[in-house]
Every structure is written in C-alpha cells, then in structure tokens.
C-alpha cells in the first residue's frame, strides 16, 4: 500500500496495538504506550511515510461515540442473519463485531478497506453491500483481501494469540527466532503432507521472498553450496523432490527472519525513548 502512494490509515484497535497479545493488567497504559510503539516499528520495516497516518481505534472513536454507534447498528439493521451467513452459539457477539468491522471503514471514509483473506471478511463484504443497497449514492469499499500467516505448530492454520510460540513477532530476539522456527513444523517431502501444510515454506514465499527478493540457504551436506532461490514455485519444487530439506531450510529462514527484523531491535535498542516504550509496555503484559 505504501509503495503505491496510496494514502494510508492504519486504524488500529487496542487490544492488537503490541504483538497480537492483548493480555494486559492496564488498559489505558497498554493503549497510550502501546500505539507509539507500534508506530515506531512500523517506521523501521519501512511502513511508514508522510502518506500513512495510525490511529488508535479507541481514541478515534470515543471523539464521536454516537455517531460510530449509530453506524454500525445501521448496518446491522440493513442486512439479515441469513445474508451475512452467521452461525455459532454466541450469534449476538459475532453479529456485532462483524457490523463493526463493516462500520470502521464508512466511519474513516476509506475508499479502500485491507482485510485478512477469510470468511469472516466476505460476510464484512456482504454486510457493506447491504448496506450500501439501501442508501442512495453511498459507495461500497474496496475491499482488498490479504493471506493470513499460519502458525508454526503442526494443524495451526493461523497464529493463535496467546501462544509465544506460534508465530514470530516484531519484539522477537534473533534468539527467539531461533528457537521458533527450530520448533516449526516442517515435514519431509515424502511424508504426505503438501507444500500449504508447511509454515516454514509459508514463511518464505509469503513474507521472506516479497520483502528481500530472494531466499538464500546454505546446503550443509554438501560442503556448505549456496543456492539464492527467487521464486516461491522455485523453493516448492526442490521441498517437494527432496533437494531443499527442513535442516538446510530452517537455518536460512530464521537468518532471513532476523535480518527483516534487525532494524527494529537497532532502533529500540539506541533510542531512549523508544527503549522506554518498549520496557513499559513489555511489563504490562500478563505473564
């Protein structure tokens, strides 16, 4: 999104503002620490420019309480159970917190809604169509649709909060790293499993090859041959026909892991500030 120029606005929810883990004894210091620290990690990937703007979604929010209430409870009222497709015990709670994700981009006027590939997404699709349908020259969002990372343990097919384990964050040491992807489940080629069972391989051609434009292992069996792999069909075919194996490929990826992420841990590192926020916010955290 950065790169297209297009402005940005990272509406970002509390509970999602530090890692994915909203346990928390302080709310209000996890929001107020929490969003700068956010924003300053964001600035080291690269994520950051004069076109993108992050906002806390509470603070945003409580600017015009009514008028964000009154909102999604529209779009809850212009669409039916049976059209959003929703199910489950607790149909009230997911009604609501679909209508809200419906809302927040009518409440930012965005012209373009980014939002993780799934169910849950299309039925937000659905409700703003809805919507839309009954009010006269209101335009629907784009909404564009992005993979979710699946977990690192076997049978986890999207990170799973609370579990440290289950995917690598941004706070991550290179040790930490390490330690993940040595634990990832990674299958050899011949026991059943296909290449979107793999995390590891979902790791590197979702996250590793977009960002470096390349995915280099060192073959440790034979006499330490480098292979720079440029395409993800390229790393699947030589998992696939045994030629890329978990103990040469678990090595490379947590390397290239650390390296996405070095610039992060220098910046928090160096600057006081920074290091401040990420210490307080750190001890907020529920062990």
């Not at 849950?120 to 564009?144: H, M, N, S, W, Y």
């Not at 990674?186 to 995390?199: K, W």
């Not at 979702?206 to 470096?212: F, G, K, Q, R, T």
């Amino acid at each position: 999104m950065v790169a297209t120029n297009l402005e940005e606005l990272d509406f970002k929810p509390a509970f999602h503002v530090f890692c994915e883990d909203a346990r928390t004894q302080n709310l209000g210091k996890f929001i107020e620490d929490g969003l700068p620290k956010f924003k300053d990690q964001s600035k080291e990937m690269g994520g950051s420019g004069e076109q993108v703007h992050f906002v806390s979604a509470c603070e945003e929010i409580d600017r015009t309480p009514l008028e964000y209430n009154a909102l999604w409870l529209d779009v809850a009222r212009s669409s039916t159970l049976k059209s959003v497709g929703t199910r489950g015990d607790d149909l009230s709670s997911e009604v609501a917190h679909l209508c809200k994700q419906c809302a927040h981009g009518f409440y930012l006027q965005a012209d373009i809604c980014l939002l993780p590939k799934g169910e849950r997404t299309e039925r937000v699709q659905v409700l703003a169509r809805d919507f839309c349908a009954k009010r006269e020259g209101q335009k629907v969002p784009i909404f564009l649709t992005y993979p979710r990372l699946p977990g690192l343990l076997q049978g986890q097919k999207q990170i799973v909060k609370g579990d440290a384990n289950s995917g690598i964050y941004m706070d991550d040491s290179k040790q930490d790293v390490e330690r993940k992807i040595k634990k990832a489940f990674c299958p050899l080629h011949d026991q059943g499993f296909g290449v979107h069972e793999n995390p590891c391989l979902a790791y590197i051609t979702s996250l590793v090859l977009p960002w470096a434009g390349k995915f280099t292992v060192t073959f440790s069996k034979e006499d330490g041959r480098r292979k720079e792999y440029l395409d993800a069909a390229e790393v699947e075919a030589d998992y696939l026909s045994g030629a890329l194996h978990p103990s040469d490929m678990k090595p490379a990826l947590a390397a290239a892991l650390n390296a996405i992420l070095q610039p992060v841990r220098d910046h928090f590192a160096s600057d006081a500030e920074a290091k401040r926020l990420h210490q307080e916010v750190k001890a907020l955290k529920l062990k």
